[in-house]
């Protein structure tokens, strides 16, 4: 029998086939450093807060400081990264982190840091961290085909968790060693490896003809894909009521350490790293579970299971019983993290990804921070056992209510990107900045089959808002019951050329729709109108 190697086998594996991808496991690799950075940082900060004062709210606040850029900075973090060149952009993110690491390594060494200095700096490097996951969730898909996107997400998931384990042993052994700033050179030094990983990536960025999107109109396009894409709000609405409950285990975990038969300063390190490594078992067993489950049941089954060991690790307070229960939990946790995020992911186009995933970002860590704030509230007015009970409860009766919300919902959309013979030509004398524009398409159709075009035409009301029209309307002419004209409002003319760049296979098919309605030997009649300014000279007004 020949020797096989058995690193090329494992890699070889469903669930690591991804890193056979030379891009993937390059950026891998920057995403496990640019991990290791975070949690190695927040431990660092933590320790020195203690030693620059005694009060308890500026120990907590290190942890807001941390969090609070996310909320702050997601959906801009994800209009740049759709507008600006994403490997750049990338890139960028970690030279500020390790900017930063290199600051406050130079300040501890000067014995010259202050609590609200630390708050500070510890505030500017969790922008750089904010600012970094929406652009890496938007370029996972441009470096691994469809099929390995599951792989390929758990293996971000592995990264997380990974780091979750060494970053806070590796932090606390430099403490114990050296102290805090050498933690913060370590971080500037795996921040600045990951910027130059990322640099190496040659990365074919898709031409256009067209400037870049403006960075607020890209906001605003990105919430008005949210709203309009009824797929994207119901896994919005799973994410946020999945972490709103499933946090309370998470942020009452040192309590809970605190009470086992056993328990010392150790356990809660213990288990959180049994957290962790139950999510990187479960990573590697997802292609075979795939296989056999869809993404709902992963979601049902999972959060089912985590509510139910969490209520067991509270209720029967022996070591022995919540290492093995805090292992299935991670599984349990990132299977349902992972369908959601893989949901999120195929109910986006390219266009607008980094945006899309930004909102996902931001319910998962609006849940997370309600959940914390709200489960440890009910702990105070109760006691521990009962608040994550009180978790468990809510997770499971939102199940049963929310039942017949699907993440999958029968096929998924195809936005893959279908050319159109060209852009608009702009008439003389119109500029790109001109507008609003509004578009009138006029049908003919036999009023016998008014409801079916008109449910045609509200999936074409969502597409439009979608692709970034300001309002989209439908009107009958009352004389001719026959004659019905669209109207949809685009900001201004380069806008609407816009929309043509956005054109998908999604797109097409609606269209093939609408016209098989369309009665008359002639496509529809389009008409563009721009907005007239009234302003007048002071000397014309009446």
Known sequence: MPFQN??????????????????????????????????????????LMTT???????????????????????????????ILDRRRYFAATQLWVSVNALVLAGLSLADALTAELLLALTFVNGIGLAMRWPVFAAIVPEVVPKAQLSPAIALN????????????????????????AAVFVLNA??????TVLILRWKRQAKASTLPGERFVGAMRVGLNFALQSPRLKIILLRAFLFFLQSTALIALLPLVARRLHGGGP????????????????????????????????????????????????????????????????GMAWIS?????????QVALPDWVRARGMSIYQMALMGGSAAGSLLWGQIAS??????????????????????????????????????????????????????????????????????????VVMQRT???????????????????HPERVIEYFVDENWLEHQRRLERFSAFDAELRVQRLGFHLGPEAPRVQRYIAQSLALPPAAVP
């Not at 120990?59 to 801009?76: I, K, R």
């Not at 009301?461 to 004389?479: P, V």
């Open 381 to 454: 007015w109760t006691n521990v056992a009962a608040a994550v009970a009180a978790a468990a409860g809510f997770g499971v009766l939102m199940l049963v209510l929310l039942r017949k919300l699907t993440i999958e919902g029968g096929a998924e959309i195809d936005f893959s990107p279908v050319s159109v013979a060209s852009t608009v030509e702009a008439p003389v004398g119109v500029e790109a900045d001109d507008g609003p524009v509004m578009v009138t398409i006029e049908y003919l159709i036999d009023p016998a089959r008014a409801h079916e075009f008109g």
């Open 52 to 82: 620059l004062t005694t009060s308890p709210v500026m120990v907590a606040l290190v942890q807001t400081a941390s969090t609070l850029p996310v909320f702050l900075l997601g959906l801009p973090s994800g209009a740049m990264a759709d």
């Open 189 to 194: 030094l795996l921040a600045a490896g990951a």
């Open 336 to 344: 349902v993290a992972n369908s959601l995020t893989v949901s999120a």
């Open 266 to 329: 150790a356990t809660f390190t213990v288990m959180l790293a049994c957290l962790g490594l139950g999510a990187i078992v479960a990573a590697l067993r997802f292609p075979r579970w795939r296989a056999r489950y869809t993404r709902d049941q992963f979601v049902r089954i999972g959060t089912l299971v985590q509510a139910g060991l969490s209520v067991v690790i509270v209720y029967v307070p022996e070591l022995w019983v919540a290492l093995p229960a805090m292992v299935v939990v």
């Open 157 to 180: 998931g592995i990264a997380m968790n990974l780091s979750r384990i060494i970053g806070p042993v590796l932090a606390g052994v430099l403490l114990a060693a050296s102290g805090p």
């Open 461 to 479: 009301r969502r597409a439009r808002l979608r692709q970034g029209a300001l309002s989209w309307g439908l009107f009958r002419d009352a004389a």
């Open 6 to 47: 058995p690193v090329r086998s494992l890699i070889g594996s469903a669930a690591l086939a991804p890193l056979q991808e030379r891009t993937f496991r390059m950026l891998w690799l920057a995403w496990l450093a640019a991990n290791l950075t975070m949690w190695m940082n927040d431990v660092a900060a933590a320790w």
